[in-house]
C-alpha cells in the first residue's frame, strides 16, 4: 500500500510560477514510475510529467520547456516546477505512482490532488 499526498497549488497569474510537492509513503520501496497528472471540469484526465528511475522523463506537448518533473528517491518525494503558467493550466492536478504489490501484478496510485488556478 501506497499513500501520496499533494501540495503546493495555489492561485498564481499568468505567466507565474508554482512547485508543486508530492509526498510518498508506505510500500514505497514498490515504486518504480512517478507522475503528475490533471484534470479540468469537464475533461479526462491527462498525463502531464512522468519520471522512471529518477533520471528517465517524459513530458506532455503541451509542458514542454516550461514544467520540470524531478524526483528525490531516498526522500520519496517527486516535484513539478511548473513555469510560464497559461490560463489553459488550471486543473487539479494529481500526483501518480506505479509499483508492483507482488510477482505479476502491477499497482497504479493516486493523491487526492492540488488545485491550480491560473488566472489574472
Known amino acids: 500500500q501506497v499513500q501520496l499526498v499533494e501540495s503546493g497549488g495555489g492561485l498564481v497569474q499568468p505567466g507565474g510560477s508554482l512547485r508543486l510537492s508530492c509526498a510518498a509513503s508506505?510500500?514505497?520501496?514498490?515504486?518504480?514510475?512517478m507522475g503528475w497528472y490533471r484534470q479540468a471540469p469537464g475533461k479526462q484526465r491527462e498525463l502531464v510529467a512522468r519520471i522512471v528511475g529518477g533520471r528517465n522523463t517524459n513530458y506532455a506537448d503541451f509542458v514542454k520547456g516550461r514544467f520540470t518533473i524531478s524526483r528525490d528517491n531516498a526522500k520519496n518525494m517527486v516535484y513539478l516546477q511548473m513555469n510560464s503558467l497559461k490560463l489553459e493550466d488550471t486543473a487539479v492536478y494529481y500526483c501518480?505512482?506505479?509499483?508492483?504489490?507482488?510477482?505479476?501484478?502491477?499497482?497504479?496510485?493516486w493523491g487526492q490532488g492540488t488545485q491550480v488556478t491560473v488566472s489574472s
Open positions: 508506505g510500500s514505497t520501496f514498490s515504486i518504480y514510475a
Open positions: 501518480n505512482a506505479e509499483g508492483f504489490r507482488a510477482i505479476g501484478e502491477r499497482m497504479t496510485y
